[in-house]
Structures are given as structure tokens and as C-alpha cells.
């Protein structure tokens, strides 16, 4: 249904990444060219048919929010020291860490061209808040690295920040386009920082396999980053209730001191499993869409609801 | 005479760097807290009053651009490896890479939301659009690395774009807020570009040292980097025209193939004084300052008009 706009959507990305800096759009190519779910952008097009939007310049916003999330990725995968990316190489294993980083810096100033080409002050405001809110998320992610205290407050708070932030943007800025009012606003808000939470829950939990897992997704990074997601704190909270000190110890070594070796992993995965703790993330998960979805309620029935419900049963049914 | 103004920039500055996420202020305060002379955002200050500007926001884009630029600060030193920032330790040496880029990326997004509260989508456009030049520039300057054939073009057009970009948008924003029309605003604009140009000449001179340099200026960063600054284009284009086989094929191991050797950096300067290219690079930033200098002739004598000639002249001062 959104094809067509999405395809409009994709003539501009492509427009606004070329550069006569040719390693510019080489660079972006290699990571816009791998594809990706689009899932952020279609957020913003499918709300602000939602609003009745009959303007243009929605597209511009859908492909700014891509942009963000674009220059993001390109700035994670140097921090996290990421391999793939889309399936792909990671471009700073290609570029090196410096191209990644400046291209990253790009698009990032791109997407603000794009928004102001807009003339939203509204919209400029509610993304490039969301842009910094990212970037404090993903430092306090950084921070708690190998904690294996982390507890479960400051893990939402974290993919609240790192994730759901540009999911909740992205919606948020349609009904600002449309002048749809505060109440609709919130309830956009409210459905795409819901479906965030929800996306980054799935994918943490995808993290461990188990599942068919989705094409491309590599298992392992954050348990080799030693990063604290929600199946390990629900595990590692477990072990604590019942006293299980080989778990707590297991669990503090390769976390805390990180010092792993093979097989860990399995024993990880394992762990998770016996505790249950990836169907809990699952059901926080769908928890999460569930709100999503009834934020909606206040929208009159119509296909671009169904359509925006239905992204959120998809987020949760890539696992099922 | 502008010392009122920059102190009302640096309660912005220190109130908009805070953030609940502790690591954010804590690097952003080893950055700013170490001083740096906070040239870009005192043209916007010193331009406004040249306008006649009466209102607040200035202040509020004087911090942004200092936000802009702070951030490509922590940006390139992890791109250049950087072991020293402003006469302390750079801040990737001390709290890693990753916290580097991110915080960049907090102050960059923190710079637009000054912007969205000044309410002036024409100086988010001019200085969104400066963001985009400068990252340009730096990925054109990195693709240019260890090319030692590198003409005085291209080098200029680097220039011009990681540097001259923001010290141009620094100053055209002030008449945009006085509303002082087209003129008044590229007559800025230029002012801003030359004076950058200017700027990064210098700095490109100092580098190779053999004034009574500034302090805290470490020497040689761009020589051991590979980098071509006019000084080296200047020798190694005389070399060419006199065929001088042995300083030719000293340029081609140092850069192009970048085998140096301790005493290397000594053998450049001493050729680069031969010829005499620190003084002709000199020249050329004091050309620079004059036509900065020159395109204020449309504002009438005042006080600010003095000031914002004798920051010109500031800029190559320091150096004689």
C-alpha cells in the first residue's frame, strides 16, 4: 500500500547522499544498497496518511529519519566493532573507522537539510531532540558495558533512549505535518515508542538464536560485547533468587570480567533457555505492541490503521 | 568589549552540555573546560552587534556553533589519532573512541535544538548546510591523505570546506537574525570564509613550527599523518620545476609512501624554509584577511566594525 511513497521516499535517499566526494556516496551506497526493513521511514509515511497528510513533505521527513538511523548505524558499527552490517561487511571493515565516522556526519547533517527544506520548526524539533537523546542512550549503553548488575529499569531506559526514541520521532512528526492536534500526536508518539521498545526486546532476544532467526542476523554480538540485555538480567536475577552460584558465577565471569571462551556461548543460550528467559523478553515484547496498537484506538478505523497495526504484529512475528 | 556576550554564551554552552548520562558531561567538560578560544562563536556575537541585532538568540547560535564545531573536534581526533586537544590529553586517549563519536554526536544534535528554539529555519538552513560542507571536507581531506601530488586547488577547496564552512555560517546567521538583508549577509558570509581560510593556512604554517609559536600547538601532527598542507604542495611543486631529484624523492617516501624516519620532520622544515613556503603560505592567509577585511566596507565605522578587523588581524598575529 505504501510502495509508491516509499519509492518516492527512496529517490530522495538516494538523491541526498551523493557527494562530489566520491567515497561519500560509495560509502552510503554500500550501506543503503544492503537494503534494510525501511522500518522507521514507512513509520513516518503510514502516519501521516493515518492524519489525512496531503502534502509532500512527508517524504522529506521519512527520508531525514532514514538518514538518522543511517548515520547511526554507521557510528555503532565502529563502536561496537560490528563485522556485519545488513549481511553485508561492515563498512569500516572496508572504509576503516575514519570514513565510517565522517560519513556518519554526512548524513546526519543531510537529514537536517532535508528537515528544514521542510520549513517545520515542529518537526525539526521533535527529531533533533530524538537526536540527542539517541546519542545519550547509546552512551549510557556504552557505560554500563560488563555490568552484569544492570537492572532492568536502566535496560528500558537504555533502548527507550537508543531505539524507541527515532521510532517515536519518526511517527510523532506526521501528525505535526498534518496539524492533526496534540491528542493524535501523543498517540503516534506513544504507538512508535511502544513498537521501539518492542523491535529492540525482539532483537535482544534474537541476539541468542533459538528461533528461525531472520535472514542476515548474526548471533552472539552482544554476548560477546558483553552487553546486559534483558534475557541475561532476567537470568542472571534468577539465579540470584534461587542461589545458583554456578549460574552466578558463569554469568559474572563472562560478563563482568568478560573473560569468555568457546562454548560459553552455548552455555549462555542455554541458560536462557532453561530460565525461560527469551520467551520473557518475547512476552515483554508483545506486551509493548499490544499498547502500541491501542494507542491507535482514538484513530477511526480505516487501511492505513489496519496497515500500521499490522507493522506492529510484524515486529513480534519475525520470532513466532 | 564582547566579554558580557561570551559569557552569556558559556552558561549556554555549560548548561546544554549537562546530561543525567554522567560520561556526556564529564568528556564534554575535559573539551570545553580546557578553553580553546572560542573564535567561531564570538563572530556570531561580534556580526549580530555589527547588525544591530537586539535580542537573545544570538547567544543561543553562538553556542550551537560551538557545539558544531566541538563536535567535529572529538570527531577528528579519532579520525586523526590525535594524542593532544587544546594542551591536554584528547579525549579518545583517555576515555576511548566510542565515548568520543558519541558525545560528538550528543553536541551535534544538542546544536540543532538551540537552533529549533531560536525559531529561525533560515539560520538552521545555513548552518545544517555548513554541517554537511564540513563533512564533506574532512572526507575529501582523508581520501586526499599521503597524495603528494595533491594540487593547491584542491587543498583549498579541503580548506574551505572542513574549516572556512563554519566560520562562514558563523557570521552570515547574525545578519539573518537582524533581518539586515541579502547584502549585509553575504558581505558576512565572506568575511566569515576568508578569515577561515586565513585561519586554517596558519595553522598549516604553525605545524611545521619555526615561529615563535602559539602555546600548547604541537608541531608535526600533519607531517606524520601524511597530510599535504600548502606549505608541502609549495616545495614539492618547486622541486618539481627545478627537478630536484633529491627533494622530490624525499616528499614521495615521506608522504606518498609514508616511510619516515626520526629526523625526517627536520629534513621538511629545513627544505620548506629553503623554499621559502611557510613565509608564501603566510602571504597567502594575509591576502586572505584583507579581502575579509574588505568585504565589511558596506557597514558603516563603529566600534564592532573595528572589532571584527582586528580578530582578523589577530589571526595571522600570532604567528608573527
Known amino acids: 500500500m505504501a510502495a509508491e511513497d516509499m519509492a518516492q521516499v ?12 566520491g567515497m561519500i556516496p560509495d560509502l ?26 496531503e502534502g509532500t513533505h512527508h517524504y522529506k521527513l521519512a527520508a531525514a529519519v532514514e538518514f538518522i538511523h543511517s548515520a547511526t548505524l554507521l557510528h555503532d558499527d565502529v563502536v ?48 533533533s531532540e530524538a537526536s540527542s537523546i539517541i546519542a545519550e542512550g547509546e552512551v549510557q549503553q556504552l557505560a554500563g558495558l560488563r555490568d552484569v548488575e544492570m537492572s532492568k529499569a536502566t535496560y528500558m531506559q537504555v533502548i ?10 519518526a511517527s510523532e512528526v506526521a501528525p505535526v505535518l498534518a496539524a492533526s492536534g496534540s491528542q493524535k500526536q501523543i498517540a503516534l508518539r506513544t504507538y512508535g515508542q511502544e513498537l521501539g521498545l518492542a523491535f529492540q526486546l525482539v532483537d535482544d532476544a534474537l541476539d541468542y538464536g533459538g528461533f528461525e532467526a531472520a535472514l542476515g542476523k548474526s548471533v552472539g554480538d552482544d554476548f560477546r560485547e558483553g552487553k546486559m540485555t534483558l534475557p541475561v538480567i532476567l537470568a542472571y536475577d534468577h539465579a540470584q533468587q534461587k542461589g545458583d552460584k554456578n549460574a552466578l558465577d558463569f554469568w559474572r565471569r563472562v560478563i563482568s570480567e568478560h573473560n569468555q571462551s ?18 520473557a523478553t ?15 484506538d482514538i484513530f477511526p478505523e480505516s487501511p492505513w490503521k489496519t496497515a500500521l497495526k499490522r507493522l506492529a504484529d510484524f515486529v513480534v512475528q519475525r520470532v513466532s
Request: aromatic share 4%.
Open 262 to 279: 568457546s562454548g560459553d556461548l552455548e552455555t549462555a543460550t542455554d541458560l536462557l533457555k532453561q530460565e525461560n528467559a527469551l520467551e
Open 80 to 127: 561496537d566493532r560490528s563485522a556485519k552490517r545488513r549481511g553485508r561487511k561492515a563498512a569500516n571493515l572496508i572504509w576503516g573507522n575514519a570514513p565510517s565516522i565522517l560519513v556518519g556526519d554526512f548524513l546526519f547533517a543531510r537529514a537536517f537539510n532535508l528537515m528544514v527544506e521542510t520549513g517545520s520548526l515542529e518537526a525539526l524539533g521533535i527529531l
Open 282 to 296: 518475547l512476552d515483554a515484547a508483545r506486551e509493548h505492541i499490544k499498547t502500541a496498537k491501542s494507542a491507535l
Open 160 to 169: 527507550g533512549a537508543k531505539t524507541a526514541a527515532l521510532f517515536a520521532a
Open 28 to 53: 552510503a551506497e554500500h550501506l543503503v544498497g544492503a537494503g534494510g526493513k525501511r522500518l522507521r521511514p514507512l513509520l513516518t509515511i503510514a502516519s501521516a496518511h493515518l492524519c489525512g497528510y
Open 10 to 21: 527512496d529517490i530522495i535517499i538516494r538523491e541526498r547522499m551523493q557527494s562530489p566526494v
